[in-house]
């Protein structure tokens, strides 16, 4: 909501509602494609600019890689990761490497989308982008009236979107928003946290301290990035059953820890999704026949 609302402003449950149903998205269907559901509820309910709105949660996305990065980075620091510890999970090995290369390559792309968030803000920068696409139709000059018409067309759109789009990153021009975002991002991911922290007393075997499931919690939140099938599963619990190892947690324990964990956490998840879809009226039948926006997200891909 403080991120869209720059761009437009919202009710908090406007705001909650496209976001949970855009997780269960995620926890059902291939492709992480709630992503891009959100910002088309968000369209077809507040009138949001699809292309704002996708703006919001790439944005959103930076601030939790950033914290996700920093929090690593801190467990990286404070933890001896034995370099012969090693997990497989289908043609994946999850080792001491794989966990390094996933931080390197979420950190290289958080870099790439914070410079274009910052270019974008500029608009100079627009106003050049924006005269490239306008000089695209001009290649097509000597082709046939239909086809230089389709590209016209096409040209204004793409400025449509550059428009709508950096509306959407337009939160930039607000330092206090920021600091406000980052505290609430901290302040998440404590929480959940907290959630792994409260479920280990009802589990024999799992007597590790709140930091300790912090760090575990981290860790599987980068194993994760892994493809996968929805939900995670599989690879949630390989990379649940790797850092507990950290901590001489047997293989037993932590697989009956991580997979309880974890179906929690989606079932939950599902079924607030369903309810936020009831409550807006979103018609989840016509979410599930998501081509156009499978589409959309392939191509983004």
């Not at 933890?79 to 966990?99: A, C, V």
């Not at 901290?186 to 912090?214: D, H, K, V």
């Not at 690879?235 to 991580?258: H, M, N, Q, R, T």
Request: glycine letters at 6%; aromatic letters at 12%.
């Amino acid at each position: 909501m403080l991120i869209l609302e720059p761009a437009c402003k919202i009710s908090f449950w406007k705001a909650f509602h496209p976001m949970m149903i855009g997780f269960m998205l995620n926890c059902i269907l291939p492709g992480r494609i709630g992503e891009m559901a959100r910002p088309a509820i968000l369209q077809k309910k507040e009138k949001v600019p699809f292309s704002t709105g996708l703006a919001t949660v790439v944005a959103e996305r930076i601030f939790d890689s950033s914290i996700l990065i920093i929090l690593f980075g801190a467990i990286l620091a404070s933890i001896e990761i034995d370099p012969q510890l090693s997990i497989s999970f289908g043609k994946y090995n999850l080792n001491r490497e794989t966990l390094i290369t996933i931080g390197g390559n979420i950190f290289k792309l958080m870099i790439i989308l914070i410079a274009a968030i910052i270019l974008f803000s500029f608009s100079s920068t627009r106003q050049g982008i924006k005269w490239t696409i306008n000089k695209i139709p001009t290649f097509f000059s000597l082709t046939n009236l239909s086809l230089k018409d389709k590209i016209q067309k096409f040209c204004a759109s793409l400025i449509c979107f550059v428009d709508n789009l950096s509306t959407g990153f337009s939160f930039i021009k607000y330092p206090a928003k920021i600091c406000i975002c980052i505290g609430l991002s901290f302040i998440i991911w404590g929480l959940s946290a907290l959630s792994f922290y409260i479920m280990s007393f009802g589990c024999p075997g799992i007597r590790l301290s709140y930091l300790e499931l912090f760090a575990v919690m981290i860790i599987i939140c980068f194993f994760i990035v892994i493809p996968s099938v929805p939900g995670f599963w599989g690879v949630w619990e390989a990379g649940g059953v790797f850092a507990l190892s950290l901590f001489s947690i047997p293989v037993k324990e932590a697989a009956g820890f991580i997979l309880t964990n974890h179906a929690l956490q989606i079932f939950l998840t599902i079924i607030i999704g369903i309810i936020s879809a009831m409550l807006t009226g979103v018609n989840t039948l016509q979410i599930f026949n998501v081509n156009k926006i499978y589409n959309i997200w392939r191509n983004l891909l």
